[in-house]
């Protein structure tokens, strides 16, 4: 079967279509590389580019897009709500299908290697990649953001990248890299205008209040429609599937006599996540991805 | 997204296997044409091969393998258990990605005027593409077989083909050509060895008992695990979903105080029937198959 991951470069430039156009092109460039969304904010002054591909097609096509915005790009005059350190702000990488976390860790830690000593750009591992548990967290390595990095990374030993030198490159400033799981977006919906529901039922499930670990959840008002809404990131599709939080959904709405009216997938998400729903309600034996007849056709296997 | 479908042309030659690798040689030069499966059975004297691809592709390449197997395979010297009236004995369509059961009806038509026009095969449409209900039934078309049929396909008004000649074809006989639903075979296993008790659950569920429309059943005993199985055919999974037959079986068990423990996917199956479990289950609000990112990323989409 065929290997896939998914990169999603964040680029400091959310208002120039021809720099963030000349950045693509460099990816879509790459053979085999497929880019699947381009989001640019004018505030934040930031751009989110998706694609995905076989692991070292998308290396190469992330090192490509990062020379190129080092290029283009500069730190020095860049303005923007949005926290940044870098030209190339942030690059995870994601397993999709057929690749280990393990093998994007890897993936990762090449492409900082390569950054720092081809660009001379000081690059950062984070979240799975990440050398030490406080730098799993982007935000504690992007504290003081670029003009703040520019002292610390000098004098404090804590700042020092894991790869390149000490000091920041003088216009694209430095790049974090790493490894992360995939992130469904998936909110629950329940037959009751009632805020406060909506509200508990999130506390329940989300792991800053005691809840499952990959699970992040806020209760929202759909006013349109006159219900409320349990809005949940899932960090991790493995670790918390999502059959076993619309399970726990259902259950705690019983608790205030509610019921759970349907739910939504925003966006994307993997075949595998999908996969796991099917195998866990349907008590599936034996039963593999690769089982989906697209995925033997699509994915590159034949006899 | 790319249209895909299936083709399961069953050759009446089951013991040479130059003779099917010359026909398989013929389907794979098409391109984007991919082979699934290859299937032969000595016994039976038959092959059945399996592939997908684009619909015209299939097309051709189901005709390039009739033509072939015409030039190899001589009916007039076959003998095999299995019924058969030509050396390309069936070809059926499957939709099975963003292809509609009418588009195969139109491409079975289309390929059995061609083989008719061409090569001078009588042909006969079956299954959905059927002209009268009696010939949606391929046991019907195939009565007396190849050497019944030589003299009643000339005599009996009944039995003239769709198109072509009122006479068979002196070496390669007739072919039936169709476009039907996918096939799913599907098992579900109880926690008990009594196996009265799997046939009436496979009796309460199956078509022929008053069932469900496109469900066949059987119950069986798996000897070497203690247990029974109610062994499933889905004809239509869109029909009859996956996820209806396996909840009606769990109800029904628990009335003898039995649990379904599993069940099994035999072989592939196509990313809808998978996709259509996890959006009962999690009641989904407007999912679609093109939100897998396989799907997105495989099925050619690009932005």
Not at 30 to 42: E, F, G, R, S, Y
């Amino acid at each position: 079967m065929s290997k896939l991951v998914e990169c999603v470069p964040n680029f400091s430039e959310g208002k120039s279509i021809e720099v963030i156009d000349k950045i693509v092109a460099e990816i879509v460039a790459i053979p085999d590389v497929k880019l699947t969304d381009k989001q640019m904010n004018a505030d934040h002054n930031r751009a989110v580019i998706t694609f995905v591909g076989p692991p070292e097609a998308c290396k190469q096509a992330a090192f490509n897009a990062c020379k190129c915005a080092m290029k283009l790009i500069d730190l020095r005059t860049h303005k923007g709500e949005h926290p940044r350190m870098g030209a190339t702000d942030v690059i995870p990488f994601i397993p999709i299908s057929d690749v280990t976390m393990e093998e994007c860790v890897e993936l990762s830690r090449s492409l900082a290697k390569e950054i720092a000593e081809k660009l001379n750009i000081p690059t950062y591992l984070y979240e799975e990649s990440a050398a030490t548990p406080e730098r799993k967290d982007l935000a504690y390595i992007r504290k003081g953001e670029f003009e703040g990095l520019q002292k610390s990374v000098k004098t404090d030993p804590l700042r020092k990248p894991d790869f390149g030198p000490s000091e920041l490159h003088p216009s694209a400033g430095a790049t974090v890299v790493g490894a992360r799981h995939y992130l469904v977006a998936y909110n629950i919906n329940l037959n009751t205008n009632n805020l406060d529901i909506a509200k508990a039922i999130a506390k329940a499930i989300r792991f800053r209040d005691g809840g499952f670990k990959y699970v992040k959840a806020l209760g929202f008002e759909i006013k349109e429609r006159g219900i409320v809404q349990v809005s949940i990131n899932l960090t991790n599709y493995t670790g918390t599937p999502i059959f076993r939080v619309f399970e726990a959904v259902v259950r705690e709405a019983e608790r205030y006599g509610v019921s759970v009216t349907g739910s939504e997938v925003v966006g994307v998400l993997p075949l595998q996540a999908m996969v796991d729903v099917a195998n866990w309600y349907l008590k599936l034996e034996n039963f593999s991805a690769n089982q989906i007849l697209e995925k033997k056709i699509w994915g590159g296997e034949n006899e």
